[in-house]
C-alpha cells in the first residue's frame, strides 16, 4: 500500500475512558468483524481483563479503512491505563507516529491523563484529543475541552466529540485521524530495521514477535539478525494481526505485524531490539527501549500441599508471556524453599498472583511486599537491596536511601485540606497546585514510595468521595532515617516478617502488626511472647496467654499441699515446653502486615 494512506497510533487514556470500547468502534466501522462476531473489549484476550474491565497488554490490530472513498490503513494500538503498566504505553508509543488522548466528558482531564499526554509528545506524536461519553447525562464537553486546552496546551480546534458506545461521531473522528495523523517515514527500499515492541509466548511456534518496521522489507523465508542477541533466525511465518493472525509474505516500513523464527524461549528476545538482514545489516540498531525497572518485591512460598517444582514451573510458564516479571530462588527459615518476585506495582502483583492460582492451579503464601532500596557502606560501596532479609549489618552501612515519586493527583477543589493533610502524613513534600477549573485542582507531591505503596489510593478515594486520582513515577533515591524492624515470635526473629520503615513511625507500625498478629496466632500450650525490635532494642510487645487446665479440679479437701505439688508439677511442664515447642504461624499472619490501619 502507498505509506501515505497508512496510519500508525496509539489509543492512550485514564483508566475507565473507553479505550478499549473506541477501539471496538472503530474495528466495526471498518468492517474488520461482523456484528455476529463483534463483542466488548475485543481485544482484550485474558480473561483477567475482562472480568476486570482493564487492559493490562496493549493489543495490537491492523484494519483496512475506508475514508470518504479512498482506502487507508490504520496500525491501532490499545493501551491499559493503570499506572503499574505504564511501561506498556511507552512501548507502544514508540512504535507509533500518533495518538489518540481519550478524554471522559463527565470526568474531565484526571491525573493519567496529563501523565500519558507528556510521554506523547516526549515522542513527538501528532496528538487528536478524544472527548468520549458526550452521549452521557453528566457529560460536559465544551468545559473538558477547554481543560484539555488549559492543562496540555492542544488547541480545542482539534477535539473531536464522539461517544465510543453508541457510535457518535465516529465517522468525523477517521476522517481527522486520516487529515491530522503524520504518514510513518522510512524507506521500503533501505537497510531493513524492525523494532521489536512485544512479544509473546506460544507452545507451538514458538516466540512470536510484534513488529513495527522502520526501514526496508521484511520477508517470509528471509535469514534475519537480531542485533542486541547477535543471533541469526530464518522466518518462518509473517502476518498482521486483523485482528486475528492473518499471514502474509512482506512487510514494508511503515508496517506493523509478527514475526515468527522458531525462536524457543523469550529469554533469547529482547523487547526493543532491532530485526534487521543477516545478509546486509543495518549500520546501526534503533533506540529501543530502557528495561522494566521492578519497584515491587515480594516472595511467593508453595502453600501447605503444594511442591516447590510445581510452584518454579508455573513461574517460569507465566514469565514467557510477562517480560516486566522477574524471579529468583529464595529460602526463608519460617517457610522454606521459595521465590523472590519483582514487580512495577501492586496491581501487576495481584493480577501476576491470580494467574498462578488461577490459571496454573499452584496455591501460594505471599509475603508482604516491599521497594528497592539502596545501601551505601562505608567504603563508598552502593548496592541495591530488595528486602529487610538482605540488609548487611547495620554497622557496615554509612546510610541508607529509600526511592522517591513523583505524583500528580487531581482533586476536587474543596477536598485539597483533606488531601494535604494525608500527603503530610505520609511525610510528602508538597511543590506546586494548579487549577483545571474553579472545581478542579491538581496536586504536585514528593513522597517516599513505600509511604503509597500499600492503602494510599484507597485512602485518597476516601478523603474525596471517590473523585480524586492519582499518577506517579519514581525519581530516585535519597537519604532517610530508616531502620530495620524485626519482629520475634518467642525470641527468634522471623525473616519473613521483617521490613524497612521510617525510624519515626517504627512503634507505631511494630505495636499495629503485634496486635494483628495475636490475633492470627492461635493460642498454645505455652505463653509465647511477640516482640518488635530494632536491633537488639525491644520497641513494643504482645502475649499470646497459654491454655489452661485446671489440673486442681481432681482434688477434693486434704491438705494444700496436694494443690501446690499438681500446680508445680504443670508448671514445670510449660517451661520445659516452652523451651523446645515451636509456634505454629498460619499463612494469614504474613499478610495480615498488608490489612490498612483502621485508624
Known amino acids: 500500500m502507498d505509506r501515505s494512506k497508512i496510519r500508525n497510533f496509539s489509543i492512550i487514556a485514564h483508566i475507565d475512558h473507553g479505550k478499549s470500547t473506541l477501539a471496538d468502534r472503530l474495528l466495526q466501522r471498518s468492517g474488520a468483524v461482523s456484528g455476529r ?58 512504535a507509533c507516529d500518533g495518538a489518540l488522548l ?57 477535539v473531536q466529540f464522539v461517544s465510543a458506545k453508541t457510535g ?75 485482528p486475528q493472525m492473518t499471514a502474509c509474505e512482506t512487510l514494508s516500513a511503515g508496517e506493523t505485524g509478527y514475526m515468527v523464527a522458531s525462536i524457543k524461549s523469550l529469554h533469547e528476545v529482547t523487547v526493543g531490539d532491532t530485526v534487521t538482514d543477516a545478509a546486509k545489516p543495518a549500520p546501526q540498531p534503533l533506540p529501543g527501549y530502557k528495561p522494566p525497572q521492578h519497584m515491587v518485591f515480594c516472595d511467593f512460598y508453595p502453600s501447605s500441599g503444594e511442591s516447590f517444582d510445581r510452584l518454579r514451573e508455573a513461574l517460569e510458564r507465566l514469565s514467557l508471556n510477562d517480560a516486566s516479571f522477574s524471579f529468583q530462588p529464595q529460602h526463608s527459615d519460617a517457610l522454606g524453599p521459595g521465590f523472590r518476585c519483582g514487580f512495577l506495582g501492586l496491581l501487576h502483583m495481584d493480577i501476576v498472583q491470580e494467574r498462578i492460582e488461577r490459571h496454573e492451579g499452584v496455591s501460594v503464601v505471599q509475603t508482604a511486599p516491599s521497594v528497592t532500596y539502596e545501601v551505601v557502606r562505608h567504603d563508598g560501596q552502593v548496592e541495591q537491596v530488595e528486602s529487610a532479609g538482605d540488609l548487611p549489618d547495620m554497622g557496615q552501612i554509612e546510610e541508607l ?81 530508616l531502620v530495620k524492624l524485626d519482629i520475634l515470635i518467642n525470641g527468634q526473629p522471623v525473616d519473613a516478617l521483617s521490613l524497612i ?49 485446671n489440673v486442681t479440679a481432681k482434688c477434693y479437701g486434704g491438705d494444700v499441699t496436694r494443690k501446690r505439688k499438681l500446680l508445680e508439677k504443670q508448671k514445670e511442664g510449660k517451661k520445659r515446653m516452652k523451651t523446645i515447642g515451636r509456634v ?3 499463612q494469614e499472619a504474613f499478610m495480615s502486615v498488608l490489612e490498612p490501619d483502621e485508624e
Open 37 to 94: 462476531e463483534a463483542k466488548e473489549q475485543m481485544l482484550d484476550s485474558m480473561d483477567l481483563e475482562r472480568e476486570r474491565g482493564i487492559t493490562i497488554k496493549a493489543s495490537a490490530v491492523t484494519i483496512d479503512m475506508d475514508v470518504d472513498g479512498v482506502p487507508y490503513m490504520f496500525n491501532l494500538i490499545d493501551t491499559p491505563g493503570h499506572v503499574d503498566f505504564h511501561y506498556e504505553v511507552d512501548r507502544a508509543l514508540a
Open 102 to 158: 481519550v478524554v471522559d466528558a463527565t470526568q474531565g482531564v484526571q491525573a493519567q491523563t496529563v501523565a500519558n499526554a507528556y510521554a506523547a509528545v516526549g515522542n513527538d506524536l501528532e496528538i487528536i484529543p478524544v472527548i468520549n461519553k458526550v452521549d452521557l447525562p453528566g457529560a460536559m464537553p465544551e468545559d473538558t475541552a477547554l481543560e484539555v486546552e488549559h492543562v496540555l496546551g492542544i488547541k480545542s480546534d482539534f
Open 168 to 242: 457518535l461521531g465516529v465517522d468525523e473522528l477517521v476522517r481527522a485521524i486520516a487529515r491530522h495523523l503524520p504518514p510513518p517515514k522510512g524507506d521500503p527500499g533501505g537497510p531493513l530495521q524492525a523494532l521489536i515492541f512485544d512479544s509473546e509466548y506460544n507452545d507451538y511456534r514458538g516466540v512470536i514477535c510484534y513488529l513495527r518496521i522502520k526501514q526496508g522489507t521484511i520477508r517470509k523465508g528471509q535469514k534475519v539478525l537480531l542485533m542486541g542477541r547477535q543471533r541469526t533466525y530464518q522466518i518462518t511465518e509473517l502476518g498482521k494481526f486483523r
Open 401 to 481: 536511601r529509600e526511592p522517591i515519586i513523583d505524583m500528580q493527583i487531581v482533586t476536587p477543589a474543596d477536598a485539597i485540606g483533606a488531601v494535604m493533610q494525608l500527603a503530610e502524613q505520609r511525610r510528602g513534600e508538597f511543590q506546586k497546585q494548579e487549577y483545571l477549573s474553579p472545581q478542579r485542582v491538581i496536586l504536585s507531591y514528593h513522597f517516599p514510595f513505600n509511604e503509597v505503596l500499600y492503602d494510599f489510593y484507597d485512602k485518597l478515594k476516601s478523603v474525596t468521595r471517590g473523585y480524586g486520582t492519582m499518577d506517579y513515577h519514581v525519581i530516585g533515591y535519597r537519604a532517610s532515617d
Open 501 to 549: 520503615c521510617h525510624r519515626s513511625k517504627a512503634e507505631h507500625i511494630g505495636r499495629r502488626f503485634l496486635i494483628k498478629l495475636r490475633q492470627k496466632i492461635d493460642r498454645h500450650q505455652f505463653e509465647i511472647a511477640l516482640q518488635a525490635a530494632i536491633g537488639s532494642k525491644v520497641i513494643a510487645r504482645e502475649t499470646i496467654k497459654a491454655y489452661r487446665k
Open 584 to 586: 505454629d504461624v498460619p
